[in-house]
């Protein structure tokens, strides 16, 4: 009977683990943004104001080219910097698992011998111990290793927010990169063109002024446009290499093969169009953004360590206890008649901290009216993000679309110009000027139809990754990281 007392004992206390909680009741922030983008008026039959949660799109769906999915798998799997994020959610794992074992008494064997003499008898002896012991164990009456526990989990759940986060940023980046190398090839195609047309018309120029045709003004103006062309087509490709090692680093390898030959075919107007955004988009799908749903978690971080902070006031009881065996001789160490136990207790109440308890308690309410600020900001951020690219979808539609019209009608002018030339009408300023033009103006056009699909890019990016959430949004559902 003796011998399972002590496991007894601590059963009996395990049942008073269920003290009372000093956690204040948590309440979500209201959203300090409107309720609707003022770009998206409200529908009356919203298509996201369903009752049933349906899954936000995959990147999947959203980017449709096949050879971007691939890019962005090979970023999935190569990232380092997803790879770190993945590794501090782990980390953040063995913390919670580390603070919830204080929950539970630790058990321990122990084993001890020495030599010396006898306090009785002062004769030359040993003394052999052997057995288990439970240390210092806190009960947890007023839930101060609860709270601890709970804001550990709360940081662990943060962690994997933030692993999304940057998971999504990584999905947005390599889309944005491959686009953008798309746009430096097609910019690099157009220098070189453009180049080649002028060194074409500066041999003919030339030919014109050893013919006493032309003058040595055009001869000039004409050599100064073929330089102009060839520092540009210099300056692509540059662009284009640095663009193209920025690509290398997110994907966390080379180029693959097959990019680099979609890279010589594939056209920014040619690429698969990605998902439009609905009409009457409500502003609390922002909860469901990673980086704001990690500053929730760790508002309730904060508010759990209130909890702890409180319970310092309170006493707090300690049980330790051993049971084994002492024997004089090693041989009789496990004999009948040489097992007993010892159970102790320890209470600790606080009387005078010089404030500190007081202060830890004042740090931790303004931890928490911190992280509420941090994580308003972030809906705030959010709010501006989503709107930002909503304000450029349309007009930059409008921009891509006047200057496509405008570049086709400066090509027109330059047909003009250059058959007014050849007939002596017009003067070879006037060509130049009309060459000028219209180099600007389709480069501008590649320009604008890359920001108008970065754009895009970062409307998918701000919103969470997707916008097929219910109104009544929830965060979904967590597993408790088990011990290991």
Known sequence: MTKHFVLSAVAAASTLLGGCSLIPAYERPATPVPAH???????AQPAQESTAAQPAPAWQSYFTDTQLQALITLALANNRDLRVATLNLEKARAQFQIQRSALLPQLSAQGNATRGNSETTGELGNTFVAGLAIPSWELDFFGRIRSLKSAAL??????????????????????????????????????SRTLATRQESMRLT??????????????????SLVEAARATTAQQQRQRAQDENALVLLLGQEL??????????????STPPMADVPAGLPSDLLTHRPDIRQAEQQLLA?????????AAFFPSISLTGQY?????????????????????????????????????LRAAKVDKDIAIAQYEKAIQVGFKEVSDALAGRNTLREQAQAQTAQANAERRRLELADLRYR???????????????????EQADVQTRLLQQINQIQLYKALGGGWNTPTTATHPTRNTPQQG
């Open 37 to 43: 983008y003022a770009q998206t008026a409200p529908t």
């Open 154 to 191: 709360a940081q662990y759940f943060a962690t994997d927010e933030a692993r999304q986060a940057y998971e999504l940023a990584l999905v947005a980046s390599v889309a944005q990169g491959w686009l953008t190398l798309l746009a430096d090839e097609e910019l690099l195609d157009l220098s």
């Open 206 to 223: 030339q030919l014109r002024f050893d013919s006493g045709v032309s003058s040595e003004l055009d001869l000039r103006q004409a050599e």
């Open 423 to 441: 007939n002596g009408v017009a003067s070879y300023l006037d060509l130049l000027d009309a060459q000028r033009s219209l180099f600007a103006l």
């Open 302 to 310: 904060a508010n759990a360590n209130i909890g702890a902070a409180r």
């Open 324 to 360: 084994g065996s002492v024997s004089r001789e090693l041989s009789d160490l496990f004999q009948s008649g040489s097992w007993g136990f010892n159970v102790g207790a320890g209470l600790n109440l606080p009387i005078f901290t010089a404030g500190r308890n007081m202060a830890n």
């Open 256 to 269: 693959p093969e097959s990019a680099r030959a979609a890279l010589a075919h594939t056209r920014l107007a």
